[in-house]
């Protein structure tokens, strides 16, 4: 009786073996994006390929790969067949994988003798081949382009790395030392989980930890659909648009959606790309559920069909966008695994920009997925206009990189605003999508230690915000001037198309890449750009364009008007343009 | 004889420690709009019992939360900061992370800065990675500067410009300007003295809280001094820092960053003064419960810890708090505490905390309006607290039954023993975190360590958390409930130098500048005898970005090893390649005078209560024990005059201010009292008869038994046997 009520526990558990294992990846890795500040995620798997927990920090981009991945994993190389101590890699986009440079590292832990469980984890690694240092490739027309494709094959075994893989990876790799090192990281990573999973084994006994996991399950599911039932039923469509795909810049591609919210939502046989309820077959221990309805079925018929260019997302990717989207209207506290994904149904036209097929590059994923989720964002605020958000900036990846040998490499993003939210002004320069905080993007100290430039300037945008009754955040300006002579890389969105307002509220300021010349003249670069030369002594300036506004600028108290341009988001210029402010300007630094 | 003074300010209660030939301990309650009247009474009140003239004091040490308080509450002063041109917003935008239920909140709005966006200000000059002046300091516009910092008003500024940790030059001009113009007594705080290390964001706000919490702690240390001496107390005053060295006052007004974990730190030397090399320590308050490491003696320390983040399993999640950069005993702290409130969730689990009921309206039983179940009204049930009352404070098992039934156990369908005992161990295994981050998780397997339980709540739970790491043993201390302050005069004199130096030349020169830096701190001469200096140096491989701190060699391949050795242990990885050194630090060193011996030897003689502090349910026992043979046969020496005495103060001496008169007792050791109570153990199939002994009639008692004093409440489960050790701890062990 206590064990069932102490589930708590056992719960806290499981997610503290995931959290053990990325604390381990991060600390021992070498990829930049790590060694800046990033986090590394790690999930634990059942043997039927559900997500029982994730790290803390792990995105849903991450754990939805690493979910989606196993039972492909475990079609080529049966469970049967794998040993204690071996370890398993893949990045196949097109069987949950994300891009090339992200690896899903997976090691079996053994019940009785065959795998019962698979702790997971997953980096960006450093390098791996493709168009561009560090595994940027904006103007991919295919995956060839983007670097070297691994299926699902045997990473090590107990006596260590294959060697047959390392040598392959080093040969594909820019950086063959370091990629070796994050790989070691990722396998590391893994054997911690493993370790606390085989104690937890020894603790509950095979029966009990797979009773205790799907009561976990379940419990997360009974949350996840009570929070679904509170949602004003109905259809809701929206879109997003996407500027352009790097290569045809007139064009711009739209990513489309339903929401359907409802007691009964129209049920008929699966279609062939749902992706939830999930295809892979239940643990043998599994106890199977009664009917599962959904409780939101989120439809992306009528988006866009993919495109030779590197604005499509695997399937992996679309559904952690939907899920994050759906989540962020939920009670937050709701745990994250697979029994939040059997209540929602999520439809990704096959061929589309959401759920492309090989050999369409899906580098660039998190341009599509993010529409995807700021049309479920609008879709959602109009359906509850009191949790309304506008549309915000996204971030803006971008790669500086040596031209020649010995390679150096800088990788990182800065962000965009965050729209206004009915009854507060948007966070400036952070992350909506996904969550991700301030902390991930790099210090200037190190940065300019490791690589030969100087960061000029990280500075927030005056005026960016989208102005309104309630303000959208601001964007930032970044200015990186080189000192030997670099390959620019950008991957940029909403730079052409500015994030919309709501309820009268305008757009954010447009940002964009740009390149400063020596005499100072200032040049706009298109948003995805491959290996622009920059010589010494230019500068790559780097603007985040600012979240949208809600509620008509004319409604904002004088008051805020004033504390905006005490603190500097606003201009006096600003508050007469866009808020009508004719008095009292006020001395700003 | 000389004495010192041991003063432990905490939330609730202020503990005063007086050491000379014993130790006499009082606790009052802390007086938060000037918590020097808390501290001058306790310290008359503790003489007063100690018979001790004020005269006769030669140290007082000092902890105190006034710097974690300042930063938590906001109630710092208003800080300027200038730093490098371009870089005004750096501190305003942050670099918060988001993590757990913040991710899904669109909601979230990020922690506000530590200052203003209009108190940011910026200077135009350039400094290279190397120390290489790119940009000569535009000393107009530092003027310019300064003047707009006067015009504001502001009086404490902090400087941290780009790569000052590698040339100061720059800093230490800005500074020389704006104390120039500046009205006399503003504080300037630049980064480069107080904590010259790469990564600007961290070194920024170390710098800037050195500046928020300096002069308030400057303040308030001038206004202990002179109410110090108007008592006739005229010893130097030290406070302790956060890593658990003492320094003067006047560097703990300078560095009084350096302060915010005094108090834990305090505690955890207690914990060592055990004498137990290995030990975990466990304090388990109303709202919290911490833990920490100690090896070799020595607590275990980081470099970087977060004040007012966000915890989570045990852990201080980086990113959700101010981070500081000064070094700190390693501690991790959950919010499960007696206070803790259980609840059952929407959809059906039943959770402990992280809302607590606090003090008001407080748990349940104790009947000042709380309807929520909490620990302690669990633990009641249980039996394992006495319901008749708990110190002064009347208990109501009714109420806490009540809040049982209706909030937990008739929701989940189970019995109100079952569902208080699911919420004690829940509490179990969310300290059992905390205990797990800093041990399993650094690479350090606990099975082996003592655990040395504090605090009101600790030793009710010590034994349950200690078998989930597979510890047999548990000391719970003589006088658990001051054990901080106690270990106040545990410290030594001590303070840290860090500089960050990729690719130094010399070390050996880095290091005797550090030295001579940290000698100048504290007053003290290099090589005067007492005084030793520790080197340490943080190592990473060349590539990554995270660094391990490790006892310094002047061989390389001996500090390469150490690294890796360190590195193996850390992360359980067989990593190889070339290393660099990132920084180098010192550690210097002036042994305490107070030997700690002393400490550990000698007991309480008195324990004088406020009236409103919660007192025993029994006639007040002053639970004084001589060391040694006390337990084997206390009658053959307790009357003899080199030995302490054994005390046993009477009803009749509650409150009285005197000494209270010493009262031989030996005929009564070891005699149970023959009192049971019903308490619930899975392993005896629910409640069963057990007996409550008290500490200072303990005979060897296998469990299940409960011992009660003063201070605290030890549950001893079945399985573990308590023994009264030679020095006065109950000593748990587990048969294995």
Known sequence: ?589 | MSHAIGVDVGGTFTDVVVSGESVTVAKVLSTHGDPTDGIVSGILLALGRAGVPASEITRVVHATTLATNAVLERKGERVAYVTTRGFRSAIPLGRYARVEEDRYDLRFDPPPPPVAPEDCFEVPERIGPSGEILEELDEEAVLRVAESIAAQGITSVAVCLLHSYAEPAHEARVAAILRETLPDGADVVTSSEVWPEIREYERATTTIMSAYVGPVMARYLRRLRERLHAIGVTAPVHVMESSGGVMSAELAARRAVATIESGPAAGALAAALTGHPDIISFDMGGTTAKTCVIRDGRPEITHEFHVGGKGSFGGRRAGTGVPIKTPAIDLAEVGAGGGSIAWVDAAGALRVGPRSAGSEPGPACYGLGGDEPTVTDANLVLGYLDPSSLGTLSLFAELAEKAVDQRLAWPLGVSRAEAAHAVHEIANAAMGSAVHVVTVQRGIDPRGFVMVAFGGAGPMHAARVAERFGIDTVTVPPHCGVGSAAGLLAGDLSTDRVLSRLGAGDPGAVFEELAAGAAADLGLTLGSPGVSVERSADLRFLGQAHDLTVPWSDVPEELAGRFVAKYRQVYGIEQQGPVEVVSYRVRLTQHATTPPHTLTTHTLTTHSRPDDEPAPDEPHRGHAVTPHERHADPQSRAGSSDTPQILDGSAEGLGDESVDVPQVRGGSVGTPRGRVRAAWFPECGGFIDTPVLTRDRLPRTPGPAIIEDAEATIVVPPGWTAVLSSTGAVILERAR
């Open chain 1, 1 to 589: 009786m206590t064990e069932s009520i102490t589930a708590e526990v056992l719960r806290n558990a499981l997610v503290v073996a995931a959290e053990e294992a990325s604390i381990v990846v991060v600390r021992s890795a070498y990829s930049t994006f790590i060694v800046e500040g990033s986090d590394a995620s790690a999930a634990i798997l059942d043997a039927g390929g559900r997500l029982v927990a994730q790290s803390m920090a792990t995105t849903l981009m991450n754990s939805m790969a690493l979910k989606i991945a196993l039972p492909e994993l475990l079609k080529d190389i049966p469970a049967a067949t794998m040993r204690p101590g071996e370890v398993f890699v893949l990045n196949d986009a097109y069987r949950g994988g994300v891009h090339t440079n992200d690896l899903l590292v997976y090691r079996p832990v053994f019940s009785g003798g065959r795998p019962a469980y698979f702790t997971a984890t997953m980096i960006h690694v450093s390098d791996l081949g493709g168009l561009s240092a560090g595994g940027m490739a904006p103007l991919a027309t295919d995956i060839f382009l983007e670097g070297l494709q691994i299926p699902p094959v045997r990473l090590a075994t107990a006596a260590g790395l294959e060697p047959a893989i390392e040598a392959i990876m080093r040969a594909n790799s820019r950086t063959p030392d370091k990629v070796i090192g994050d790989v070691r990281a990722l396998i590391a990573g893994t054997a911690v989980a493993a370790t606390r999973m085989e104690s937890l084994l020894a603790e509950h006994g095979p029966d009990g930890l797979a009773e205790g996991i799907d009561a976990y399950l379940d419990y997360t599911e009974t949350r996840t659909r009570g929070a679904l039932a509170e949602l004003p039923p109905g259809r809701y469509p929206s879109s997003y648009a996407i500027d352009d795909d790097g290569i045809d810049l007139t064009r711009p591609h739209t990513v489309r959606v339903t929401i359907i919210i409802g007691p009964n939502p129209p049920v008929s046989s699966p279609p062939p790309h749902t992706l939830s309820p999930p295809t892979a077959q239940p643990p043998p221990h599994a106890e199977r559920r009664i009917g599962r309805v959904p409780g939101i079925v989120l439809d992306f018929e009528g988006t866009d069909p993919q495109v030779p260019a590197a604005i499509n997302s695997s399937s992996s990717q679309s559904l952690a966008a939907a899920v994050f989207a759906v989540r962020c209207f939920l009670d937050p506290t709701i745990p994250m695994n697979d029994g939040c994904l059997r209540a929602i149904e999520v439809r990704l036209p096959p061929g589309s920009l959401l759920n492309a097929h090989s050999p369409y590059p899906c580098g660039g994923r998190f341009v599509p997925i993010y529409a995807a989720m700021e049309a479920i964002f609008q879709a959602l605020s109009d359906a509850m206009p009191d949790r309304a958000i506008a549309a915000s900036g996204i971030l803006q990846p971008f790669s500086i990189a040596a031209r020649s040998a010995p390679y150096w490499i800088h990788l990182s993003y800065d962000f965009g605003g965050v729209g206004a939210r009915a009854g507060k002004d948007g966070p400036d320069a952070t992350g909506v999508h996904f969550g991700i905080g301030r902390n991930s993007v790099p210090q200037v100290e190190p940065v300019e230690t490791r690589c030969p430039l100087i960061v000029e300037s990280v500075e927030t945008i005056p005026d960016s915000g989208g102005p309104g009754r309630w303000r959208g955040g601001l964007g930032s300006r970044t200015v990186f001037r080189f000192l030997a002579d670099a390959h620019v890389t950008t991957r940029g969105d909403r730079l052409r198309g500015a994030p919309p307002g709501r309820s009268g509220g305008l757009p954010g300021r447009l940002g964009g890449f740009f390149k400063r010349h020596l005499d100072g003249t200032v040049e706009r670069l298109n948003s995805k750009v491959n290996n622009v030369r920059f010589d010494a002594g230019e500068a790559l300036v780097i603007e985040t364009t600012g979240g949208g506004g809600i509620g008509s600028p004319r409604d904002r108290p004088a008051e805020e008007i004033h504390l905006d341009l005490k603190s500097g988001k606003i201009t006096n210029a600003g508050a007469q343009a866009d808020y009508s402010l004719t008095s009292s300007p006020v001395e700003t630094m």
